[in-house]
């Protein structure tokens, strides 16, 4: 594989991971799912797209001891990735959903909705996080 090949495919895989962590970012705002770290479209989302990518791009000129992607002649490579990332999701709504369920049975998850009108710094901890 020549070096102009392997910087082009870095740079693709790139533009992908910006592009498609945006896409996810504004999805879960659209869904209003309550993710203020953003959590979901960046890890998630980039993670998916960093494991596809391996299944699209791989190369054994680049590592030896792997397989090639689809562009390399290898689409088993990315059918691989595809369940590869299938797994990890129901992994992690399971152990997310098991989780949340013990934490509920030991605290609440939400706090009620006047402590959120009036902010948890003030609720919660008894401080002012900002001074307006």
């Known amino acids: 594989m020549s070096t102009r090949r392997k910087r082009t495919d870095v740079v693709v895989i790139g533009l992908g991971a910006g592009t498609i ?6 999805l879960t705002k659209r869904l209003r799912v309550d993710d203020a770290l953003d959590v979901f ?9 960093g494991a596809l990518a391996t299944g699209l791009f791989a190369s054994s000129a ?3 001891a792997a397989a090639n992607g689809l562009i390399n002649g290898n689409p088993a490579q990315l059918g691989i990735q595809l369940v590869a990332v299938a797994a990890v999701i129901a992994y992690a709504a399971v152990m997310t959903f098991v ?22 710094d003030a609720t919660q901890h008894r401080e002012a996080a900002y001074t307006i």
């Open 21 to 26: 962590c945006y896409l996810g970012i504004q």
């Open 41 to 49: 479209g960046v890890h998630g989302v980039g993670g998916a797209w």
């Open 62 to 64: 680049v590592n030896s």
């Open 99 to 120: 989780i949340l369920k013990v934490i509920n049975l030991f605290v609440a998850l939400r706090v009620p909705e006047q402590d959120e009108v009036l902010g948890l």
